[in-house]
């Protein structure tokens, strides 16, 4: 599952040495941070056995853990425009072209429903 919120955008797949456990996957690190994960339970790059993954930055969280954290960011929805909302918060280059991305993405979408 891909999830993109004001926080950032990440993946989330059951993992496959461990059924009980998701394998949540981001691009940056700072996106697992803003989640509330902490920077020990995060594992990058150059701890995995692949040497270019998709996503280089994961965790492996309880799933009944982070379903919980998913309720959380639903529950604080604050806004009535969801890339307004990024937009408003965004303030470095990474958090630019998150927005930037986000923006093609809509786009992308919005193409697919009109065909």
Same mark, same amino acid.
């Given at each position: ?7 950032? *955008? ?11 456990? *998701?394998?949540?996957? &981001?691009?940056?690190?700072?996106? +697992? +941070?803003?989640? #509330?994960?902490? &920077?020990? =339970?995060?594992? #990058?790059? !150059? $701890? ?10 994961? !965790?492996?969280?309880?799933?009944? !853990?982070?379903?919980?954290? +998913?309720?959380? =960011?639903? $529950? ?5 425009? *969801?890339?307004?909302?990024?937009? =408003? =918060?965004?303030? #470095?280059?990474? $958090?630019?072209?998150? +927005?930037?991305?986000? #923006? ?6 919005? $193409? *697919?429903?009109?065909?």
């Amino acid at each position: 599952m891909w999830i993109y919120s004001t926080d950032g *955008f990440i993946s989330v797949v059951e993992d496959k040495h461990n059924p009980c456990r *998701f394998c949540v996957r &981001a691009r940056h690190k700072q996106h +697992l +941070l803003n989640l #509330g994960i902490s &920077a020990d =339970q995060i594992v #990058g790059p !150059t $701890e995995m056995d692949h040497p270019h993954p998709d996503y280089p930055w994961r !965790t492996f969280q309880p799933k009944v !853990t982070f379903v919980n954290v +998913l309720i959380n =960011q639903v $529950e604080a929805i604050n806004y009535p425009d *969801f890339k307004t909302a990024v937009k =408003q =918060q965004a303030g #470095g280059r990474t $958090e630019l072209e998150y +927005l930037h991305a986000l #923006g093609a993405i809509w786009s992308i979408s919005h $193409e *697919f429903e009109r065909r």
